[in-house]
């Protein structure tokens, strides 16, 4: 089967052309399938092109001269969806001109442009930001919402889980992704409202294809022992920038030390595949692709400082969302929800007794 | 001057009297002018302190049976206040028997009581729980509330930035600390309307004892870069937690890295001082010490799993804020803030213009 091309913001990020293009060629290396829509300035597409023969037969530019500012303010930025360039790659997805876009522009713009142009998906109120974050396990876990949404409703958590699992049933491969719900303590008593409304929902939940294991506290993010967490915008963003600080803490701190004296300048050395590990498990480059759930449309947000490598990745999230056809099975779901509802209701009182 | 005695709850904590007694001991080596008054089971404690002579001349010990459950609900506990080890340490300070109290047992059960028996001050609504966080500097950073409050209003907010400026004067010694709210981003538009109303406050506010610099994201927490972060008691323990999970994550990703290879095992040992200095950094019983801020008296929350060092920190901790007297430093800035407050009304429209 051929894949729809990948439409590629290709003036977002704080490296801008010549990244993104190194990216999709890094990406269309690995995967000889993949076809692209290169969305910016032709001249300096063109001639970050000429560094990657295999991309260009590969790639068609669509030419554009306005892009979207990293501080510009989601509305003022919307005003130009239809001649910025992130603006267009969304365009591309909404006209069948491409089957996802990728963009490492300013984060609030693409959300806001994408849900204008995509729109959210039946059944859903409102999209949810999910990414990889590393676990001392083989895999990574999804979580979301990542920043999406600053305060949510039960009704949008039970939600951000069906998207959630769905996300990792396509990364994970399994068939009922455990699921849990990001909380200040396990018990059930703990949590706001809407987390213990939540919780009870997805407990009572039947034919999700998903397995919802209860309450996470945020120092088990990084164990692996779930697949999915669901959170609301705010303290999921909390949570991942505290992730990243401490874990820079850490890393700085044994660089400190490190450089402080001889002997550890030897331990250092002597200690490389210790550091290189380490380096591997925390590059932002390696979980890169952090991805819209819940829209008409699949859009994968890369990193503004994501190198090719992370920008590879990012295309291979997307492409991958595209093929196992993420909105679908998010769909199916939702009906199962649906038919959940339907059933209690038509059960009635001869259920409660 | 003499300083008043300190209740240290003896039962409290995984490991119990041994470590709560060794910790008063320890404690008491450094400082000579330290009194206790260690309640719970009065042979057990009798049996601890045979090991620590030291301590036996500068202790009175108040018996009792009952002990707070580490899983026992708050509102459970609060029925037993008169009879449990907790409960008696805590009414030592209602009473003048002593001045601080220290407890290593449920958190939400020593906040009940606390609240019950001190009675929350004048100007404050809501007691916090402030703790230390380790820093890239050399000052650890206030942070606070760390889940005593699951939500919070603007007005909550800005108390908590006097309770921690008032704590961090203490602590680090300015004059004016500079606070900062936690937040999804650091622009004036972000986040909840509580927290750009609590910003917009702090901001307005002259003669406070602190210097108010705005917002702050959570992977900047490490830092050093201010001396008190501001947060809802839901933020701040997702916070808290995403930052140990994180540290634990680094660290154990290194040891297995470490132990993988024989290369690896040999750099471990010629980097020993870094490792060292890690331990140093991360070893949460050099931090011990969540104070309860906000009551008629000096409530101290020893880690459940702190060893004796780190119950020696936290009575250190406890006879700092007592000896320089922070409920009073407290009342001083909520006196400014009112003053404030009656300024801007009288100034009224004058000022609007």
Redesign the interface.
Known sequence: MSLPRIAVDAMGGDEGVRVMVEGAALARRRHDKFQFLLVGDRERIETALAHHPGLTGASEILHCDDVVGGDE?PTQALRRAKTTSMGLAVDAVKHGAAGAAVSAGNTGALMAMSKLALRTMPGIDRPALAALI???KDQDVVMLDL?AN??CDARNLVQFAIMGAAYARIVHGYDAPRVRL?N?GTEE?K??EQLQDAASQLKAATGLALTFEGFV???????GDCDVIVTD???G??????????????????R???S??F??K??????????E??RH??DPNNHNGAVFLGLNGVVVKSHGSASAKGVANAVEVAARLLEDDITNRIAQDLAELGEDRLRDSTRGEAAAK
Do not use: C, Y
């Not at 945020?218 to 164990?223: E, W």
């Not at 030897?266 to 550091?275: E, M």
């Open positions: 303010k590393p676990t001392l920043g600053r305060e990001l200040i008593t949590g706001t506290e945020a120092d088990k993010i990084n164990r915008g705010f303290s963003n909390i949570a991942l920038k505290a992730i990243e600080g401490a874990a820079r803490f850490v890393t700085d701190l044994l400190n030390a490190f402080s004296s002997r550890s030897v331990g250092f050395l002597v200690s490389r595949p210790a550091t590990l380490l498990h925390l």
